[in-house]
């Protein structure tokens, strides 16, 4: 008589929880009805994410390294983890990876949070359909404004400001929030914050809280180190919080000895100190390793409890409540158009010294030498020294883009896409900012003493001495005079140049066309 088939004991895989790089929370929705018994999870290193832009060596490992924290950390709760490790598959971008699994595990249906790159989103998207598999889209719990709310709020408006939308939702939250009025009877303290240093600096510096690469991380950079060598940047000065641990321990450190200070210093630059009085927590932010509830909740207490300043609280609330979660609205919003949208018609290739910081202008070689050995400038040298000299020299804006996000180590495009091509480039036209952010060297000699050490001089706009912004910011005005010199907020900056004659318009047009072919090629 035949024997009947052995039935598995293995119950079929009923769900797929898809993580990526920079979902590593803990407490995502993703996870609130996993079953160990019936689900498992699939993350996967691949090739791909750290080349479809010549990625910085750190940025790769910060992700690397994340992901791997991660793992380790669900394997410990005695859940299922299907890893990818970059080295033990061949498998060239995640859609191809996660096809090989599709077709290997069969689940019963895919969840996942919705991607922070509108490329692997549709990329994931098409394997799914191509599997016939149902995906659950989770929500996003991390940020404070779901993007169904944030198109909610921006629909019908003729223009979309961040002062608005940062009101909006400091009421709706009940941040710094006195009733229906703002705490300390104004929404902003610009005019105690964003001084600069004066001529003795910023003096001795409390220096932020560091965290040793420990096995995992060190295992990933030699990784890093070994299979992107010819990638941009360095390594040896890796020391980022890649565990919410860490985080914590971080956003502590911050609060304690940098917030004080934050408000009133946020916007200054001094030659070789990259981190001043700044977080360092884009990193885990961007990542999900720590709430931008529990870092504004953090910065709140602390004035509660005066051990800050309301102006400096307020200053930092505005970047993680309103610029981040303003940025991230409008890119979901925009995209997939957002991508190549260039309203001042910028057609100049990206200088060659943006990779190597092989140039003598010295605010530029800081803030990219201290790019290539960290990863990471604050938000006044990335707007205001790289992203600025890009914008009057007219370089094409998705180049732009694909420098910041190669390079950052909390780039995610996201968050990087809108603040480059939008408030730095001015690409959108108008969308993410009213009018560009364009200055002469004065606003940089204001804010630090990066030209005390150049052999330019941010006053001339002609001559050999003349400081390359200078003359570009006068030629930024004059190229694009007819779109702007009637503009509310830019008209008074456009007049300016109707008190040079001509003949100094011409030899500063010239100055800069000399200095686009000597930087460009003819």
Known sequence: MPTSPRRSSTP??????????????????????????????????????????WSHKARIAVFLAGMRH???????????????????????????????????LKPQGLRWVRPGDWRVWQALKVEAEAAALT?????????????????????????????????WLRQRLDVLMQGRQPAGGQWNFDAENRESFDARGPGLLPAPLAFPPDAITTEVLALVARRFADHPGELDAFDWPLTP??????????????LPLFGRYQDAMWTDQPWLYHSRLSVA?????????????????????GQAPLAAVEGFVRQILGWREYVRGLYWLRMPGYLEENALA??????????????????LKQAIDQTLRFGYAHHIQRLMVTGLFALMLGVRPREVHEW????????????????????SQFADGGVMASKPYCASGKYIQRMGNYCSGCRFKPELAVGERACPFTTLYWDFLERHRERFARHPR?????????????????????????????????
């Open 245 to 258: 641990t860490q985080a914590e321990d971080a956003l502590e450190d911050f609060v304690r000895h940098r």
């Open 12 to 53: 079929p895989l009923r769900h797929l929880h898809v993580v990526l790089g920079d979902q590593l929370d803990r407490d995502s929705a993703l996870f609130d009805d996993f079953d160990p018994a019936l689900d498992a999870v699939w993350m996967a290193e691949v090739v791909e994410e750290s080349t479809h832009v």
């Open 490 to 522: 830019a008209a008074l900056q456009w007049r300016s140049l109707e008190r040079l004659d001509p003949a100094r318009r011409q030899e500063i047009g010239e100055q800069a066309a000399r200095l686009r072919e000597q930087l460009l090629g003819p």
């Open 135 to 167: 995906v659950s889209e989770c929500p996003d719990r991390h940020f404070l404004c779901d993007i169904e709310d944030f198109a909610g709020w921006a629909e019908g408006r003729k223009e979309l400001r961040l002062e608005f939308f940062y009101r």
């Open 346 to 363: 910028a057609e100049q290739p990206l200088p060659a010294f943006y990779w190597t910081g092989d140039t003598d202008m010295q605010c």
């Open 404 to 423: 910041y996000l190669a390079v950052y180590v909390d780039a995610v495009e996201w968050v990087e896409l809108p603040n480059v091509l939008g408030m």
């Open 285 to 305: 932010l961007n990542l999900k390793l720590i709430t931008p509830a529990r870092v504004v909740e953090a910065a709140v207490e602390a004035w509660r409890a």
């Open 70 to 104: 991660f793992d380790a950390d669900l394997r410990a709760r005695g859940w299922t983890v299907h890893y990818r490790a970059l080295e033990a598959h061949e498998a060239p971008d995640l859609a191809a990876a996660l096809r090989e699994d599709l077709t290997r």
